[in-house]
């Protein structure tokens, strides 16, 4: 799969950092400058997908093997640009496939339902997990999500069975991971000032496997071989959902649902009733993503197959594109 992550030397990511139309601005002119999914030149391409770098890796595995499986000429098109980027690639019609590691705001989603009197389709096709690590040595086997808010927003924070975390690690960077984790636990404030920011999640681990009384948060592929250990999690009610007793994160519970910490990847298609067709071969690499085989290589990746019933659920809804897709 052809992937283009690296941006034109005139753009600046700094407008990435801006708010309001500044935000907006940096998404349309970030939309002129995709080389591979011009609406002109996708079809001769096939289909393209524009979205999220962070299903970079596995996209390529599923293009690839699509591509090879079908018979292809050439292989999907994946411009890797982040969230920020895929509603409006998805809307301006640049493409038919917008996967995002964040769903999709309510804002944008607006503007579809204006557009096409539809909203967009989101079919989930990966699970995402983060795992609380802690020092091995730590006398903490489960915490909830009140403990963790406590730990990140002041310092000293104390648990019921008194003990305290005298280092606490963070993430310094700016992808969705954390951002989702200060919408779990913070609601998106940022963290402490006492919490020790660090330049990714491998540094983290390998900072609290040689730190005492320490704790921070990782993917649990990304702690395998280490000797950090990973907490069960738990959750009191909140927002019209039950209470979670604490659940190790395993990847039977992760898959299962019922490990709190998780986050579905979606791929959002435009809606069923837009008027220009959709790419049918969209339409099949979607359903091809769902499959056993294609499910199977999201474990190598540090990812999480979606359990059956809903994968069943979206190939139905993907049944109703038979009517509006465009051959090739």
């Known amino acids: 799969m052809r992937i283009n992550t690296k941006l034109p030397t005139n753009f600046h990511l700094n407008a990435f950092r801006e708010t309001g139309l500044r935000v907006i601005g940096a998404a349309l002119l970030l939309l002129s400058l995709l080389p591979g999914c011009q609406t002109q030149k996708r079809f001769n391409d096939g289909f393209c997908s524009v979205g999220s770098e962070e299903v970079n890796t596995i996209m390529a595995h599923w293009a690839r093997t699509f591509a090879e499986q079908n018979r292809l000429s050439a292989e999907p098109v994946h411009e890797g640009r982040g969230n920020l980027v895929a509603p409006d690639a998805l809307l301006r019609e640049v493409c038919d496939l917008a996967p995002m590691s964040l769903p999709m705001p309510d804002s944008q989603i607006h503007a579809f339902i204006m ?84 330049s990714g999640p491998l540094a983290l681990v390998d900072r609290i496997a040689a730190t005492e009384n320490s704790i921070g948060y990782a993917r649990p592929e990304e702690t395998v071989g280490t000797d950090v250990r990973l907490v069960s999690l738990g959750r009191a009610a909140r927002n019209g959902q039950p209470a979670i007793a604490p659940v190790a994160p395993t990847p039977d519970e992760i898959r299962l649902g019922r490990y709190p910490l998780k986050r579905y990847y979606y791929i959002y298609l435009p809606p069923i009733e837009r008027e220009l067709p959709i790419n049918a071969q969209a ?38 594109y038979a009517q509006n897709t465009l051959q090739n």
């Open 115 to 198: 557009k096409y009197k539809a909203p967009p389709v989101a079919v989930p096709i990966a699970i995402d997990a983060m795992a609380i690590i802690v020092h091995p040595d730590v006398p903490v086997a489960e915490l909830t999500y009140a403990d963790i808010q406590a730990i990140y927003s002041r310092p000293n924070a104390t648990l019921d069975n008194g003990y305290q975390f005298q280092k606490v690690y963070g993430i310094n960077t700016a992808t969705t991971r954390i951002q989702w984790f200060r919408r779990e636990f913070l609601n998106t404030r940022r963290e402490s000032d006492h919490v020790v920011e660090l």
């Open 283 to 320: 339409i099949a690499f979607a359903r091809y993503m769902l499959s056993d085989a294609a499910q199977a290589m999201l474990r190598p990746v540090g990812l999480y197959p979606v359990n059956p019933e809903a994968r069943r659920n979206a190939l139905d809804t993907l049944a109703g």
